[in-house]
């Protein structure tokens, strides 16, 4: 399994990041290769926001049509929800999001150790960033 972050759907869908071509080919070989690939709602909500926000609604539609079916979606309850305000509180970092710390707890709990993102945070938290 490997857990999705909001960076490498961006990078995914947005030409002009600085990691899509890398992230593109990533994106193929995992859906060719059917690898089980699981994000959270939390992850999906901020991913949405962006993507409306930095490219627009029909780069929405294809997120919505073309990417979220490959998906396994963890829905976060109150328990995880409390867990990551924990964590996010104990780190008191300011650069840190509450949907970071979630995601680290969903991955976790689920026994993933591969991450497919361009966001440090992960590996500071000891999971393998994909691609490399």
């Known amino acids: 399994m490997i857990f999705v972050d909001t960076s490498a759907f961006l990078a995914v869908l947005n030409a002009s990041d600085e990691h899509h071509q890398v992230a593109r080919d990533y994106w193929v070989t995992a859906v060719q290769d ?7 709602n939390y992850v999906l909500l901020e991913t949405f926001a962006l993507i409306q926000n930095r490219l627009g609604m029909s780069i929405v539609n294809r997120f919505q049509n073309d990417v979220l079916p490959v998906m396994r ?3 976060i309850d109150e328990t995880l929800h409390r ?3 924990a964590a996010l509180l104990a780190a008191n970092r300011r650069n840190l999001s509450l949907v970071d710390c979630i995601s680290f707890e969903v991955a976790r709990r689920q026994g993933i150790r591969e991450v497919f993102t361009f966001d440090g945070h992960f590996r500071e938290q000891g999971f393998i960033c994909k691609p490399q």
């Open 34 to 40: 059917q690898e089980a690939l699981v994000c959270s």
């Open 73 to 75: 979606i963890e829905w």
């Open 83 to 85: 867990a990551g305000v």
